[in-house]
């Protein structure tokens, strides 16, 4: 029920905007001859695939955003979500879910958008023979394990998984889904607006190659053609039902694949761009683009892990506070990345997500001399030893990561190596670190628990969590209280109880906030970044004539 | 001059396969060592392990050989020269076939080869030649430096100062004077466009060929002072014959041999430049390929592509070797 009750809020403030954008352009364009408005992108990520269920970074999610409607979709300037292609969802106990869909709704094909063709989508992810990279989003369903088979330690197939569909979700009807989850999970919801729960039509899966090159989606633009490593055009489909459909017709955008697209914004081929370190003089001398910059908090965390899974001096929380309030973040951003990061004193990103405040961190700021009485209080640093700071190869993240290593030998007088390895990622899974190594988390959907469970919790006090060796009973304790919890409220209290037992136990040291900013050409208005990637807004967009 | 070919051939045969056992052995001991390539697919993200080992079998990784350090995986070795002799290249890891990757990206790097090829060939040419003709003289002097500061100034500066001082106000201004779709738009446009291919990859690929050029004005000059005071020149000169053939038929057409073995020889390296020119100018060519394919660790696309480029560099040298034989007699003789 109080999902409908924001359907209806929010439909009409977005109506109010498409209302406004019709004027606008009906009022500007004094019909000259009728040119399409095109926008030009540019796709900066390697794009393989924009299959909805293999999808998960930011530039494909922010194509398929225009391509699909998902069940929720979120206020773009409150994370708040709301009902679109859902006419309802409600539970009497956050463990069975009845979503009922829209009537009438059809994919760009002709067949219908209906209950069948979401159980269709997440049936597929969820089959861990099908390797899709959304598939852990449906660990919370029942028959999901079922799904998955076993292997042993070098990666055998022992067990063939036994299902090829979750008997958690039920096709009640054309039109209603039945959802039964492991267990109570309040946060449901708000997580069916992300593009791993998409729906697909049967001709997609009939064929999926075909279909991760040229969706067939429900959204308001149907892509036209993908041509593999060089650009995505889309344009409006004609037929879309629903009213959030941008007000222009179509876009184009170019993949840059790692390299830099700014020169071709600059130049006025792209409508957006985002400088990198290099560009930042451009900006700087260029009272004009000032005019057109868009800027909003991010949401992706970076911070420091400790290899828990190994003894002292690591176990020694008294040190990891040392630590922690021996890095000047703030002195740090403003030499490196002035602009570019926000401190953090918390786990949860504040004012971004529900329940995420600031200041749960307590040792989060920079402290020399408390740095070394927790120090001394730890015993001091072991005599001899190098402390080992692992990061990735980025080179800006390298520069970071050696200020860090910098100001804690400053302040603490611990000598550092810096480690920049390309075989980060499977040293952190395979719990090969052997001192201090850089985490980011990025949030797949709004709610403080995605900030906590997936990156602390494991349910395992002997070993653990993968990548730091944490266990925290409290913590536990608490996500499970709201997970459990009646009302999406109450369960963000309990959360924030969770990062209250996380803030105590300090297994990690939270660094900083990304800050998303963007530029755009004269042409575009009413830009707004999306708070989880920071990608441009595509459906509120206004666009001038070329 | 046939069997001179036919043993090429052969020859060219063995050293294919010898790049091809060296090329797995490689990456069978890269990934013995370093672990799943598998992994590289989900990213930051981690797979539960009944992802991963659907991952691996899809890409004939599974086999135990690659867990076991030291085992030189003859098994899928065999099992990819009989797919390769089929003309199955396999596919990336996104499930596209290597050979439509490699159709649609070579077309780009061999556009991009055909400027820098008629770069080198008409600066060194004609440099080359003036340099020789007038040696000694200011001209001479001239172009020796010129080359000395080409050489020095490596491509990716040259390509990095056009493309972020040159070519943003050049081609905003062309679009204002000529409209966006006009030729100097596109020629000054910040990076490639596919819809016009030729026209934005010619002045990067002027400037890659320029910044290899060095070694052809050299190389042309050398190869033209020896033939100056070859004998047959002094001859034909004694015979009366006008300067002006005489430079034409005996001299230019004489050095022209070692260019074009100079072409083949560098026409490897090239695809080092094309990777940063490719990088740079947002060129999906074969070097841009690669390049992705290594950071992705894309094992399979890695190796369909360099066999595929070690089939070309093989094809290009029999090719310059028989037009080296056409050129010079006493070589298929020997």
């Not at chain 1, 569909?165 to 919801?189: I, K, M, R, W, Y």
């Not at chain 1, 906030?513 to 755009?520: Q, W």
């Not at chain 2, 396969?17 to 490689?26: A, C, P, R, S, T």
């Not at chain 2, 106000?169 to 000529?178: L, T």
């Amino acid at each position: 029920m109080r999902q409908a009750r924001i359907t209806t809020a929010a439909a009409a403030g977005f109506a109010a905007v498409a209302l406004v954008a019709t004027g606008c352009s009906a009022g500007g364009g004094d019909a000259v001859t009728e040119e399409p408005a095109t926008v030009h992108l540019a796709l900066n990520q390697d794009v393989g695939t924009l299959l909805p269920m293999d999808s998960n970074v930011d530039d494909n999610i922010a194509v398929l955003d225009v391509v699909y409607d998902g069940l929720v979709r979120y206020d773009p300037e409150t994370t708040e979500p709301y009902n679109y292609v859902a006419e309802e969802i409600s539970t009497e106990d956050n463990t069975v879910w009845t979503i009922t869909i829209k009537p009438d709704l059809t994919f760009q094909n002709g067949e219908p958008v209906d209950a069948a063709s979401f159980a269709r989508a997440w049936n597929y992810a969820a089959y861990g023979p099908n390797a899709m990279a959304n598939n852990y989003f449906f660990e919370r369903f029942v028959g999901y394990d079922e799904m998955q088979g076993e292997t042993d330690d070098a990666g055998v197939v022992t067990v063939e998984p036994t299902a090829t569909e979750l008997s958690g979700v039920t096709v009640v009807d054309d039109h209603t889904l039945e959802v039964t989850l492991n267990g109570p999970f309040a946060g449901f919801s708000t997580m069916l607006g992300y593009t791993g729960f998409f729906p697909v039509a049967e001709a997609c899966l009939e064929d999926v190659e075909a279909c991760a090159v040229k969706p067939i989606g429900n959204g308001p633009f149907q892509v036209d053609e993908w041509v593999q490593g060089e650009k995505v055009t889309a344009s409006k489909w004609a037929d879309y039902p629903l009213d959030e459909a941008p007000a222009f017709d179509a876009v184009e955008w170019t993949e840059f694949a790692g390299g830099s697209s700014w020169a071709d914004f600059m130049a006025g081929n792209l409508d957006e761009g985002a400088p990198g370190a290099a560009d930042l003089g451009d900006v700087e001398s260029d009272p004009d683009l000032a005019e057109r910059v868009v800027e909003r908090p991010g949401a992706a965390l970076t911070y420091i892990g400790f290899p828990l899974y190994l003894s002292e001096p690591w176990t020694n929380i008294e040190l990891r506070k040392a630590i922690s309030m021996a890095i000047d973040r703030e002195g740090i951003i403003e030499a490196i990345v002035p602009g570019e990061r926000v401190p953090a004193d918390s786990w949860v990103v504040p004012g971004g997500v529900p329940g995420g405040e600031t200041g749960t961190c307590e040792f989060c700021t920079f402290d020399p001399e408390a740095a070394k009485e927790a120090l001394a209080a730890a015993g001091g640093w072991p005599s001899g030893q190098t402390l080992t700071i692992t990061a990735g190869t980025d080179e800006e993240e390298a520069e970071l990561f050696k200020a860090i290593g910098d100001s804690i030998q400053e302040t603490l007088g611990v000598p550092y190596e810096l480690e920049t390895t390309e075989d980060f990622s499977s040293k952190r899974r395979n719990r090969e670190m052997t001192g201090i190594f850089r985490n980011n988390w990025f949030p797949d959907y709004p709610v403080n628990e995605n900030y906590l469970a997936p990156v602390y919790a494991s349910g395992d006090p002997e070993e653990g969590n993968t990548n730091f060796g944490y266990y925290g009973a409290e913590f536990e304790e608490a996500i499970e209280a709201g997970d459990s919890a009646e009302t999406l409220e109450d369960a963000v209290a309990e959360y924030q109880k969770a990062e209250a037992a996380l803030a105590a136990d300090f297994p990690t040291v939270p660094l900083w906030f990304s800050v998303s900013r963007s530029y755009h050409s004269e042409r575009l208005s009413n830009v707004i970044l999306d708070p989880f990637s920071g990608q441009m807004k595509l459906r509120p967009l206004e666009v001038a004539a070329e | 001059m046939g069997r001179y070919i036919l043993r090429r051939v052969l020859q060219a045969v063995g050293t294919l396969f010898l790049v091809m056992v060296v090329l797995h052995l490689l990456t069978t001991f890269a990934i013995q060592l370093n672990g799943n390539p598998a992994l590289a697919f989900f990213g930051e993200h981690e797979p539960s392990a009944s992802q991963l080992a659907a991952v691996e079998k899809r890409y004939g990784l599974d086999d135990p050989c690659y867990d076991q350090v030291g085992n030189p995986c003859a098994g899928p070795f065999v099992d990819r020269l009989v797919a390769y002799a089929q003309g199955d290249f396999g596919t990336n890891l996104r499930g596209r076939a290597v050979t439509e990757i490699v159709a649609q990206s070579a077309p780009h790097t061999l556009r991009l080869f055909v400027v820098v090829t008629f770069t080198w060939l008409t600066i060194g040419m004609v440099l080359g030649s003036v340099a020789a003709r007038w040696r000694g003289r200011p001209a001479d002097h001239g172009i020796r430096f010129t080359t000395v500061l080409v050489d020095a100034l490596p491509v990716f500066v040259l390509l990095l100062l056009y493309k972020f001082v040159v070519t943003v106000p050049v081609h905003q201004w062309a679009r204002s004077e000529f409209g966006s779709e006009s030729w100097p738009a596109l020629w000054f446009r910040p990076s490639f466009d596919a819809d016009h291919p030729w026209a934005t990859v010619l002045i990067p690929g002027i400037l890659l060929g320029v910044s290899g050029s060095a070694a052809f004005v050299r190389l042309v000059r050398a190869s033209q002072l020896e033939s100056y005071s070859g004998e047959h020149v002094r001859t034909a000169r004694s015979k009366g014959l006008p300067e002006r053939y005489v430079v034409l038929h005996h001299v230019v057409r004489n050095s022209s041999i070692p260019v074009v073995t100079a072409v083949g020889l560098v026409f490897t390296e090239a695809l080092a430049g094309a990777v940063v020119t490719e990088g740079l100018m947002n060129i999906n060519g074969m070097g841009g390929v690669l390049w992705g394919a290594v950071k992705g660790s894309d094992v399979s696309l890695v190796l369909g592509v360099v066999t595929l480029l070690a089939v070309v560099t093989v094809v290009v040298m029999i090719v310059v070797d028989v037009l080296y034989a056409a050129l010079d007699p006493r070589i298929r003789y020997e």
